[in-house]
Nanobody, 117 residues
Framework: QVQLVESGGGLVQPGGSLRLSCAASGRSFSMFTMGWYRQAPGKQRELVAT???????NYADSVKGRFTISRDNTKNTVYLQMNSLKPEDTAVYYC???????????WGQGTQVTVSS
């Protein structure tokens, strides 16, 4: 049974930083892309960033230069370092793992990030 456990969300002032973590368990993730998505109130869930097991990354234009995704394959953990946070980054952030061939998705429970003064 695949489990994704997220941590690191919270309240931060504009311009501040947060680091999200997602620990995956239940199987090998060598054939999975790991990533983060977010959903703001009244909006659709959107991609934030993804990273392959080989370290190739992909970012939404809105977070390029501010967010950094990384992955520790020995711990099956993906991180999202978020700097220069803006109020529009406020959302529930979801961890995702997706099989690169059969496209099976697993999702975490979500962690709230609120950027406000």
């Amino acid at each position: 049974q695949v489990q994704l456990v997220e941590s690191g969300g919270g309240l931060v002032q504009p311009g501040g930083s947060l680091r999200l973590s997602c620990a995956a368990s239940g199987r090998s993730f060598s054939m999975f892309t790991m990533g983060w998505y977010r959903q703001a109130p009244g909006k659709q869930r959107e991609l934030v960033a993804t990273i392959t097991s080989g370290g190739n990354t992909n970012y939404a234009d809105s977070v390029k230069g501010r967010f950094t995704i990384s992955r520790d394959n020995t711990k099956n953990t993906v991180y999202l370092q978020m700097n220069s946070l803006k109020p529009e980054d406020t959302a529930v952030y979801y961890c995702n793992v997706r099989h690169v061939v059969i496209r099976t998705d697993y999702w975490g429970q979500g962690t709230q990030v609120t950027v406000s003064s």
